[in-house]
């Protein structure tokens, strides 16, 4: 199984965009609301993808995006 687990602050992935990450950025995916999810949660995912990241992810987002 592939470490979905992603730091925040990681160089961005060619899947990441404003409103999905691949992986899960969270810092602690356990206490997500979105924890195991399936299609939505990255851990319950067949595409890896997190498609309700944290509310701070577009910001951080386009600062990783102006940084690459």
């Given at each position: 199984?592939?470490n979905?687990?992603v730091?925040?602050?990681?160089?961005?992935?060619?899947?990441?965009?404003?409103?999905?990450t691949?992986?899960?950025r969270?810092?602690?995916?356990?206490?997500c609301?979105?924890n195991?999810?399936?299609?939505?949660?990255?851990?319950a995912?067949?595409?890896?993808?997190c498609?309700?990241?944290?509310?701070?992810?577009k910001?951080q987002?386009?600062?990783?995006?102006?940084n690459s």
């Amino acid at each position: 199984m592939k470490n979905l687990q992603v730091d925040f602050n990681a160089p961005l992935n060619e899947l990441d965009s404003e409103i999905q990450t691949y992986g899960c950025r969270q810092n602690n995916p356990d206490i997500c609301g979105s924890n195991g999810l399936e299609g939505i949660c990255a851990f319950a995912s067949s595409d890896c993808l997190c498609k309700k990241p944290s509310r701070s992810w577009k910001k951080q987002y386009n600062t990783l995006k102006e940084n690459s």
